[in-house]
């Protein structure tokens, strides 16, 4: 008897909780309403249908294990460095690097350092579970103040929250008020229930392209608004977002480009998440969201392209040199680190060009002023340079013209 009316009563107090945070949310919060709260028009949808594409671009281009673990190592320290500058972190992207690289910083910026270490840490702890791993999972409140923990160790009082709990006080954001503490936990699990109904995943089979980026980009502005931790909220959330990227199947060199985004763009980022909230819809946050995406994307298969130019450019650079061979090999070898040092569109005078490297610079030092010309004329005749009114570029469109060719549409005159 004495445990029924305990059970009820639990059940009671539970079902005036339940109704106390719906009026409390539905009055204060009413942005916070775990509904689908967001369009896309047709300029969004053509931009993710492009932002796809590229994806699967960079996924399907092969490029040497030593690039790709070069391109993802910058990845991650230049996300690491995002997330936290937007918080206010002002380490120098060589001081960033340094911390990769296990060096110590002054004790006056040590906390700075530890700030990225963590993120950087945290980022390669997600990466190698969900990828290298395969251990994915839906989003859960565990997972959420796991992420926490992460960022905020040994911050001590340069953290003001306990990594890993969710906030025991309430907490105001600038002009923004976040919902009561004793509120959180019920909010965090509601909005990890919603997001595993409203977004398909399914562990053995990868994620709806579209599904993926959204609910990575809802997530990181639904935990903003919820504000579940003392400190640390934008870059738990951005984790989140880097997290369920990965598991959505994007390439991790990709995964870290909505914290750069918002921090080139971070008066606007705080714009838009405010301009969100008042309007109850994130249509435009999502928006916003994603041309930042479509624009890194745009940048990361940049690299990789000119990478594979680089490789195809040697190579070919090698078959013009194979096809002069009277050339002798102290002057073919001098000519070829020359061309090959070029960067692609740049704009070199003769003066420049015999500075370009250490080696070459040594070399043209010894020799005389027409050497150097000689060997720029040779260049010219060969294909492998233009000239440029009084400046030389290496004649990369020579390489373009060995691509496949097409038809050429000609236009009509209209009479």
């Not at 931009?47 to 070069?70: D, F, M, T």
């Not at 001081?95 to 006056?108: F, H, I, Q, T, W």
């Not at 301009?275 to 946050?285: E, I, M, S």
Request: proline share 3%; net charge neutral.
């Amino acid at each position: 008897m004495t445990k029924t009316i305990l059970y009820l009563s639990f059940k009671m107090e539970a079902h005036c909780f339940m109704n106390t945070l719906d009026q409390y949310i539905s009055s204060k919060f009413p942005h916070i309403c775990y509904r689908k709260s967001w369009g896309l028009s047709e300029k969004t949808m053509f931009k993710l249908g492009q932002c796809a594409a590229i994806v699967q671009s960079i996924k399907y281009l092969p490029i040497s294990p030593s690039v790709r673990e070069n391109l993802l190592k910058v990845s991650l320290i230049k996300g690491a460095m995002a997330t936290t500058a937007i918080e206010g972190n002002t380490l120098s992207e060589e001081e960033a690097v340094a911390v990769a690289e296990g060096e110590k910083l002054p004790e006056s910026r040590e906390y700075l350092g530890t700030e990225v270490k963590n993120v950087l840490d945290a980022l390669n702890q997600i990466f190698n579970e969900t990828v290298k791993n395969n251990a994915v999972s839906y989003i859960s409140p565990e997972l959420i103040k796991n992420f926490h923990g992460m960022i905020g160790k040994e911050l001590g009082v340069h953290f003001e929250a306990i990594p890993g709990k969710f906030r025991e006080n309430n907490v105001v954001v600038g002009t923004y008020r976040a919902p009561e503490y004793n509120f959180v936990s019920e909010l965090m699990q509601r909005l990890c229930d919603w997001l595993k109904n409203e977004f398909k995943f399914r562990h053995d089979e990868e994620q709806d392209f579209l599904d993926a980026v959204i609910e990575s980009i809802v997530t990181h502005v639904y935990v903003a608004w919820i504000h579940p931790f003392g400190d640390g909220n934008g870059r738990t959330a951005r984790l989140l977002e880097f997290y369920l990227l990965l598991r959505g199947g994007m390439p991790n060199i990709c995964s870290h480009i909505l914290s750069n985004h918002y921090n080139e763009t971070r008066s606007e980022y705080y714009r838009q998440l405010d301009h969100a909230g008042k309007t109850r819809q994130l249509t435009d946050f999502i928006d916003y969201a994603v041309q930042g995406f479509l624009d890194g994307l745009s940048d990361v298969l940049w690299n990789i392209q000119k990478h594979q130019m680089n490789n195809s450019w040697k190579n070919y650079v090698y078959d013009i040199f194979d096809a002069h061979k009277k050339i002798n090999k102290p002057k073919r070898n001098r000519m070829r680190s020359l061309v090959l040092n070029l960067e692609f569109f740049k704009e070199y005078s003769l003066e420049e060009i015999q500075l370009i490297n250490v080696d070459l610079a040594a070399q043209y030092k010894i020799l005389s002023k027409r050497t150097i010309d000689r060997d720029v004329a040779d260049l010219v005749s060969m294909g492998l340079m233009e000239m440029k009114g009084n400046k030389y570029i290496s004649q990369i469109s020579s390489l373009v013209k060995q691509l496949p060719t097409k038809r050429q549409i000609q236009q009509k005159v209209s009479s």
